[in-house]
T-cell receptor, first 115, second 115 residues
Framework: NAGVMQNPRHLVRRRGQEARLRCSPM?????VYWYRQLPEEGLKFMVY????????ESGMPKERFSAEFPKEGPSILRIQQVVRGDSAAYFC?????????????FGPGTRLTVL | AQSVTQPDIHITVSEGASLELRCNYS??????LFWYVQSPGQGLQLLLK??????LVQGIKGFEAEFKRSQSSFNLRKPSVHWSDAAEYFC?????????????FGTGTRLQVTL
């Protein structure tokens, strides 16, 4: 069973461009989470999605950031008009839906650099 | 809102010595607690987790952690550290949202192992 896959692993964008980060959850997992890790900091929750639904977006910046998890295909984290402060590692995690609590499995991350 | 404090930013131990990494949490209900390890440029790997029951939990790679409700702590321990344990360690609290949970991370403790 392949783990959580993220691509690209590294992404370089110039200020004002768009960044699209993709996450394919583990097979059988219906929950996806996105976290951001700024340099020298811990991970910060951004958004939690299930198929075609945003469940909790309390950690998402109000502007320029959006996320989706369509019925088919990977989850996408989209950052419009990137700024230097968006440079960070973005991690995706997935979990199954098997009851009381679901462990999260993390992908290798996408490291975004904004020039 | 939940929070996690890891008071030690950086710890250095000699190979073969014992290790204890501190973690204190704030949460209004029964916590779900985790320790993750992150090697440079990599994603997060789960070391161990506490959901309920026995307050001393065993994890992978010889790590263990003890949940102490009275002290709001979940310290990670290893009796004899190996050079390969050098990495960043994150403590996390899980909050319940529906049937799955977002995680709140501490800022991490960077472990250096000297030979």
């Amino acid at each position: 069973n392949a783990g959580v896959m993220q691509n690209p692993r590294h992404l370089v964008r110039r200020r004002g461009q768009e960044a699209r980060l993709r996450c394919s959850p583990m097979k059988g997992h219906s929950h996806v989470y996105w976290y951001r890790q700024l340099p020298e900091e811990g991970l910060k929750f951004m958004v939690y999605l299930q198929k075609e639904n945003i469940i909790d977006e309390s950690g998402m910046p109000k502007e320029r950031f959006s996320a989706e998890f369509p019925k088919e295909g990977p989850s996408i984290l989209r950052i419009q008009q990137v700024v230097r402060g968006d440079s960070a590692a973005y991690f995706c995690a997935s979990s199954p839906d098997r009851g009381a609590y679901n462990e999260q499995f993390f992908g290798p991350g996408t490291r975004l650099t904004v020039l | 809102a939940q929070s996690v404090t890891q008071p030690d930013i950086h710890i250095t131990v000699s190979e073969g010595a014992s290790l204890e990494l501190r973690c204190n949490y704030s949460y209004g209900a029964t916590p779900y607690l985790f320790w993750y390890v992150q090697s440079p440029g990599q994603g997060l790997q789960l070391l161990l987790k506490y959901f309920s029951g026995d307050t001393l939990v065993q994890g992978i790679k010889g790590f263990e952690a003890e949940f102490k409700r009275s002290q709001s702590s979940f310290n990670l321990r290893k009796p004899s550290v190996h050079w390969s344990d050098a990495a960043e360690y994150f403590c996390a609290v899980g909050a319940r949202t529906g049937t799955a949970s977002k995680l709140t991370f501490g800022t991490g403790t960077r472990l250096q192992v000297t030979l």
